[in-house]
Nanobody, 128 residues
Framework: QVQLVESGGGLVQAGGSLRLSCAVSGRTSSAYNMGWFRQASGKEREFVAAISWSGGWSYYADSVKGRFTISRDNAKNTMYLQMNSLKPEDTAVYYC?????????????????????WGQGTQVTVSS
């Protein structure tokens, strides 16, 4: 089992920055790929960014490319999402996710079904 806890959300003005963290506990000795998703009120959960176990590759949704950066520190069992140039449309609950299934990840990294473990979410609100 893997437990995930997000932190770092809050209220920020448009154009500002936030850094989200996702602390991992439990089965941390196993390799796992990770991702960030978000869910705005009344909308479906959508993919934001993903990163491989080694950190060697990453994917981003078009809507955040160039503004958000995903990273991880395996020594600290923590993943991050640096969010710059925030827009009101970035307002959502942000969730981190992890999967121990690595073989199909390049085709499933953007799917909710591609992840086995989820955090409880952290609210990000961007005011205009």
């Amino acid at each position: 089992q893997v437990q995930l806890v997000e932190s770092g959300g809050g209220l920020v003005q448009a154009g500002g920055s936030l850094r989200l963290s996702c602390a991992v506990s439990g089965r941390t000795s196993s390799a796992y790929n990770m991702g960030w998703f978000r869910q705005a009120s009344g909308k479906e959960r959508e993919f934001v960014a993903a990163i491989s176990w080694s950190g060697g590759w990453s994917y981003y949704a078009d809507s955040v490319k160039g503004r958000f950066t995903i990273s991880r520190d395996n020594a600290k069992n923590t993943m991050y999402l640096q969010m710059n140039s925030l827009k009101p449309e970035d307002t959502a609950v942000y969730y981190c996710a992890a999967t121990l299934t690595l073989s199909t990840y390049h085709s499933t990294y953007h799917k909710v079904s591609g992840y086995d473990y989820w955090g409880q979410g952290t609210q990000v609100t961007v005011s205009s």
